[in-house]
């Protein structure tokens, strides 16, 4: 882009615009925000030409990578027959009908029904709202609390926030919402080193058990988690905890709501993190991976034996949104099913891509600054700890660290996102061997540039 153009980009970012998630001080004195032109494949570029591995992949979405022209089309074919038309009062659409079909038949195991929306907070307020629902048509109304983690992201509504478990957003707004109790989280580096991870797993899930207690039993609609956390720093269980929260769950009749959001659509190595893992949730909340982030479109999917319920008991569910089901995102999103399908990209990430990410990823375990390099399928983050063999950070608790790596590793042509004092990866599922060998090496040279800044600051442990 030109500089006179950029410039005043620049100049109307600050005189006009708000981005998401940001410090408008910082904004103010970055004189702008970076500005993202174009990309292709796994390659973003800025607008002062800059190309940049996209290890993020957009914000956790790109699953199929950019500049796929076949989304384009169905979007401008659908465009030209329908644009929009709503879902509501019994109302609908081809490409939402058939979309709910194939999500339904990647779901499996009894998630018979789908309910759109328009962004994963959305998804998540809509199983919110149909859980509690669902406990009154049952005859218990009284059921009506949730249990959470701490450090889990369920999004940025007033439910989504009061859901997830990210104290600042709490401090924001007066929040959580009353009903929703937060647990400890199954993050074994932060907070079981040291202990057996499946002691610690049995522990954490436990927490869950003694909360419904506390609380409860019959006053308990839900327990809802992400199957591995992504904005809480890729906190990947131990292989026991998922069953052992299925098994809570089920003693006390509660549902168990799987938060995909960023787990489905082949990010773990299956269509679905809970498919990973092995447990079986009554509602799944999807979103970014669903459309590969071409247009915004989200889901709740729902069991069989919830739809009987509402069958059944009959009376209008009074929820939705005018984009539920909105038939070009719809369309879009079932061409992205299509090539994940065709490409065989969920078998990619389990047999090809998920384990040569783990082999490359384990190379920096030897460096200096490396507390754990973890991954599962194509999702990854780095402990960026003070001292090797501990889990101590730069800088106190929370670390001061990742901020550093990340800003050095975008100046090397990277793009990651950095959590507290670890480095997350989540790229497209098309990266190939290559790139993930420039991702990792990019990282690794980033780590080593920042250890000499880093110990050489008073702070350092
Ligand atoms: N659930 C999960 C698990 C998510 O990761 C949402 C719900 C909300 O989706 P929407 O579409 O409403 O944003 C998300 C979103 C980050 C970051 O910290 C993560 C998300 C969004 C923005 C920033 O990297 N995840």
Redesign the pocket.
């Known amino acids: 882009m030109n500089p006179a153009r950029l410039r005043e980009l620049r100049q109307m970012d600050l005189a006009h615009h708000l981005p998401a998630?940001s410090d408008y001080q910082v904004q103010q004195q970055l004189g702008g925000s970076r500005i993202i032109v174009r990309a292709e494949g796994c390659e973003i570029e800025d607008a002062e030409g800059n190309k940049m591995l996209d290890g993020m992949a957009g914000?956790?979405c790109v699953n199929v990578g950019y500049g796929r022209r076949e989304l384009a089309e169905a979007a401008y074919q659908q465009m030209l027959q329908l644009p929009f038309y709503n879902t509501f009062f019994k109302t609908a659409t081809e490409p939402a009908i058939r979309l709910a079909t194939e999500v339904s038949k990647r779901l499996g195991a009894g998630l018979t029904h789908v309910f759109f929306n328009g962004?994963?907070?959305?998804a998540?307020d809509t199983a919110f709202r149909l859980a509690r629902h669902y406990w009154t048509l049952q005859g218990q109304p009284q059921r009506r609390v949730f249990i959470s983690r701490w450090n889990a992201?369920?999004?940025?509504t007033v439910a989504?926030v009061s859901l997830g478990g990210m104290k600042l957003m709490h401090a924001q707004g007066h929040l959580p919402i009353p009903g929703i109790e937060h647990v400890m989280q199954p993050y074994w580096f932060g907070e079981g080193f040291g202990e057996d991870p499946e002691s610690f797993a049995a522990r954490a899930a436990d927490a869950i058990e003694k909360r419904i207690l506390e609380v409860g039993p019959d006053k308990v609609a839900a327990f809802i988690g992400?199957p591995v956390q992504?904005?809480g720093g890729v906190i990947i269980p131990p292989s026991g905890y998922w069953p052992r929260v299925e098994a809570i769950c089920r003693k006390y009749g509660i549902l168990l709501i799987a938060?995909e959001?960023?787990c489905g659509f082949g990010r773990l190595g299956r269509w679905f993190g809970f498919q990973h893992f092995g447990f079986q949730p009554d509602i799944v909340?999807m979103?970014?991976g669903l459309s590969s982030g071409y247009l915004p479109i989200?889901a709740t999917g729902v069991s069989g034996a919830i739809v009987d319920v509402l069958k059944s008991k009959g009376g209008e569910f009074i929820h939705g949104y005018t984009y539920s089901g909105h038939p070009t995102a719809a369309a879009v999103a079932l061409k992205n099913l299509e090539i994940i399908a065709r490409e065989k990209l969920v078998e990619r990430v389990h047999d090809d891509v998920g384990p040569y990410f783990a082999q490359v990823l384990a190379r920096l375990k030897d460096q200096a600054l490396v507390g754990e390099a973890r991954s599962v399928g194509l999702i990854g983050a780095v402990e960026i700890v003070a001292r090797k063999g501990t889990n101590q950070r730069f800088g106190g608790k929370e670390g001061t660290a990742g901020p550093l790596v990340r800003d050095i590793c975008i100046r090397n042509g990277l793009m990651v996102?950095a959590?507290r004092d670890s480095i997350v990866m989540c790229p497209p599922l098309v990266i190939t061997h290559a790139e993930i060998d420039r991702m990792i090496d990019i990282i690794e040279r980033s780590l080593k540039e920042a250890e000499t800044q880093l110990r050489a600051r008073k702070d350092a442990a």
């Open positions: 998630q914000l956790w962004s994963g907070s959305e998540n992201y369920h999004g940025s989504g992400e992504g904005a938060d959001v960023i909340t979103a970014k989200s996102r959590i």
